[in-house]
């Protein structure tokens, strides 16, 4: 099989829109940045312990790749997270069907972002993504970025 990459890339999305990134980290139900809630990250030292608030700066630049996908975690990494708490694996192309639900309601139209064949393998759309005035009033945003 071979070598896969994925990556959100964290670094690119902070020098594009910070406030993404500051959206993403905040536990909208206590107002303060999530924890990492796993001892997964800590040795790489003080702010990195289980009860350690995320922030920015963890996530981006040289630890641009700390976060991610579960699936390329190590099978006992994956187990021990899912006893511990009670993480499950949802299958990416699980995850684009149900965005892509919301991305119709909110648009008005499917394949916004993305089509789907019957194999459920995604096409990116490549161009600039509009917004009509009703739509929230949103500029036009390059979502090929």
Request: proline letters at 2%.
């Amino acid at each position: 099989m071979a070598d896969i990459n994925v990556d959100i890339k964290e670094t690119e999305i902070f020098n594009l829109y910070p406030e993404v990134l500051t959206t993403l980290l905040k536990d909208h139900t206590t107002g303060r940045n999530i924890f990492w809630a796993t001892d997964s990250y800590r040795h790489m030292g003080e702010g990195f312990q289980y009860g350690d608030a995320i922030t920015i700066e963890h996530i981006i630049g040289k630890n641009g790749m700390i976060i991610r996908s579960r699936s390329l975690k190590s099978k006992d990494e994956q187990t021990e997270r899912t006893k511990e708490m009670a993480e499950v694996f949802t299958p990416s192309w699980v995850c684009n069907v149900q965005n892509n639900l919301v991305d119709e309601a909110w648009f008005g139209r499917k394949n916004v972002f993305n089509s789907v064949d019957d194999a459920q393998h995604a096409e990116i759309v490549d161009k600039v993504i509009t917004w009509k005035k009703e739509d929230n009033d949103l500029k036009h945003i390059p979502f090929n970025v």
